[in-house]
């Protein structure tokens, strides 16, 4: 059994529309793929779109980044929220995506975990400007980091 956060799930109702956009180096390496290939897929209400950086075996959906399966045709950007998650430099290039179709800073919201080390205010590698990451976070906008150096390393 996977460990899965299903409040978007559970919720659905609460949205108008859910976007995810997910992507993996190959189909073997998707996170969740169990949940992912066995319900998320077929959520009515849920845009679902996968994509790997390298197919293997029957794959038949999009080969490329992540950024290759974004669209601003897919969302009402004057009401919706954009969650990033993932590696730093996939994070960098589908907030810049999103920044370019029309999103605030303020709409994008970033998981920022990938530099904690004790997760609980103690070690200070977390730190990202004026914020403890594990303590203030480690979800934040875009605008509340932006402007802080290397937020992508
Ligand atoms: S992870 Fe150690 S202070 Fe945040």
Not at 64 to 71: A, D, E, F, N, R
Not at 84 to 108: D, H, N, R, W, Y
Request: hydrophobic content about 35%.
């Amino acid at each position: 059994m996977e460990p899965v956060n299903q409040e978007y799930t559970d919720r659905i109702n609460d949205f108008k529309s859910v976007v995810c956009r997910f992507g993996a180096k190959s189909p073997d390496d998707f996170i969740y793929k169990n949940t992912l290939f066995g319900s998320w897929m077929n959520i009515d209400g849920v845009d679902m779109k996968l994509t790997v950086d390298g197919a293997n075996g029957n794959w038949d959906g999009n080969i490329g980044v992540v950024t290759t399966i974004l669209s601003s045709k897919d969302v009402d950007i004057s009401n919706a929220v954009a969650v990033v998650c993932g590696p730093p430099i996939m994070m960098k290039f589908a907030t810049f995506k999103l920044l370019e179709f029309g999103f605030s800073s303020e709409q994008i919201y970033l998981s920022m975990e990938k530099n904690m080390s004790c997760g609980v205010g103690k070690c200070g590698h977390c730190m990202l400007g004026k914020y403890y990451v594990c303590k203030d976070g480690p979800v934040f906008t875009y605008d509340q980091v932006k402007d802080y150096p290397n937020i992508w390393d």
